[in-house]
């Protein structure tokens, strides 16, 4: 029999804002877009109370609930709290599958001949709580469907066991909006059917489920009773960075517009650093008025350095820029990224620039990803909203090009 563990960071960019400002405790906070058209990135439970949701529109948000303190999240400050939990846990189990910066899985099994699986997954949460300050929920079951589901009942903040044989019997009385697969229009669709909760499924025949919805609803059928073969895959890096902003208002301000784009390729670009990684490859994305997109993406050796991805990026976006539109989002993409430090090439590289920014990310560390930026990027608040990587700015460079 397995035992497979699933634990979720409870609101956890909430979480990582309240560690650092106690005063946000038991208050309706919001992350996300600052501005009216920015989307809910996260949010607290007493915000939840109000029917705020991830995803929903900042605008809405605040309508349902005027006196919610709405932030700006920060990329760097999640990504670190995200990797002293999974320090924690990948110290305390033998296979962890990190699906997310706040979400894990772990097989357990075995482990019950020597330490009790529930134990010892009880003695894991403890330790996260104790020694970051954040709060986290697990389910534990046979399954990782079910351990996910029961994840999910048990928050916030606590753990729920469902013993084998009892998985059918859990999951009967919830919502099949419960079950991992189901969005919006399954839902819909289901509840045109008349299924409302999971023990519904289970009685219906798996044939009924496959001509309703096809391949999806034969794995839906075997979810909702409890039966799931996959597997616990280890965790593995990530193999891309990337960034992207919309602004408040379609723009064609170029100085603007590669402000931004500087601020943004040099803070992943810092990111790179900052975890000893490499990067073989930049994409450049531009989403004008008429949400058309458009990317480009070049390869180039294997680097960290900004005053190589820096000109790079903005070579990729002259190529894709086209004057006579307003454009509502760019982004930047760094990928093929593997392990490694950044090695001066003694005939190109210029060592007075790799001296500032060795000392810049030095100050950042110290002080924080905006401590200290370059003047041609000082611009991109001004014109930006939330987003996973959020970072200030570059470089002279930039400068000599225009």
């Given at each position: 029999m397995n035992s497979i563990l699933h634990l979720d960071l409870d609101t956890f960019f909430v979480s990582v804002e309240r560690r650092k400002n106690p005063k946000l405790h038991r208050k309706p906070v919001l992350i996300g877009g600052v501005s009216d058209r920015g989307v809910v990135?996260?949010?607290?439970?007493?915000?939840?109370?109000?029917?705020?949701?991830?995803?929903?529109?900042?605008?809405?948000?605040?309508?349902?609930?005027?006196?919610?303190?709405?932030?700006?999240?920060?990329?760097?400050?999640?990504?670190?709290?995200s990797k002293e939990v999974t320090e924690i846990i990948q110290e305390s189990v033998p296979v962890l599958e990190k699906t997310s910066i706040d979400e894990f899985y772990a097989d357990l099994?075995?482990?019950?001949k020597f330490f009790g699986c529930f134990k010892m997954a009880t003695e894991l949460r403890s330790k996260v709580i104790h020694e970051t300050g954040l709060p986290i929920s697990f389910g534990l079951s046979e399954n990782k469907t079910v351990s996910k589901i029961a994840t999910g009942e048990a928050k916030p903040n606590n753990q729920l066991l469902i013993d084998y044989g009892k998985e059918k019997t859990f999951l009967a009385p919830l919502s099949v909006k419960k079950i991992p697969m189901v969005g919006g229009k399954t839902h819909q669709k289901l509840v045109s059917l008349g299924v409302r909760k999971i023990q519904t499924i289970q009685e219906m025949p798996i044939d009924l489920m496959e001509r309703?919805?096809?391949?999806n609803g034969v794995v839906i059928w075997k979810k909702a009773n409890g039966i799931d073969h996959s597997m616990v895959v280890p965790h593995t890096e990530r193999k891309s960075i990337s960034t992207e902003r919309t602004f408040d208002r379609d723009t064609t301000d170029i100085d603007k517009l590669k402000g931004l784009l500087i601020a943004m390729t040099e803070n992943l670009a810092f990111q790179l650093r900052r975890g000893r990684k490499l990067?073989?490859?930049?994409?450049?994305?531009i989403r004008y008025s008429d949400f058309n997109t458009y990317t480009l993406q070049h390869k180039i050796p294997y680097t960290s350095a900004d005053y190589t991805l820096l000109p790079k990026a903005l070579e990729l976006f002259d190529k894709l820029y086209d004057k006579r539109l307003l454009i509502r989002l760019i982004g930047v993409r760094l990928s093929d990224i593997l392990d490694g430090r950044y090695q001066m090439d003694l005939f190109n590289s210029q060592l007075e620039l790799l001296n500032l920014y060795d000392a810049m990310d030095h100050i950042r560390d110290k002080y924080g990803d905006r401590s200290v930026m370059l003047a041609a990027g000082m611009g991109a608040k001004t014109i930006s909203r939330w987003n996973p990587f959020?970072?200030?700015?570059p470089p002279l460079l930039a400068n000599r090009r225009q």
């Open positions: 990135a996260s949010c607290s439970y007493e915000a939840r109370q109000f029917g705020i949701h991830s995803a929903m529109p900042i605008k809405m948000a605040k309508a349902l609930c005027p006196e919610a303190i709405i932030m700006r999240g920060n990329s760097a400050d999640y990504s670190k709290a099994t075995g482990l019950d309703a919805f096809g391949k990067c073989a490859c930049v994409t450049v994305k959020t970072g200030e700015p």
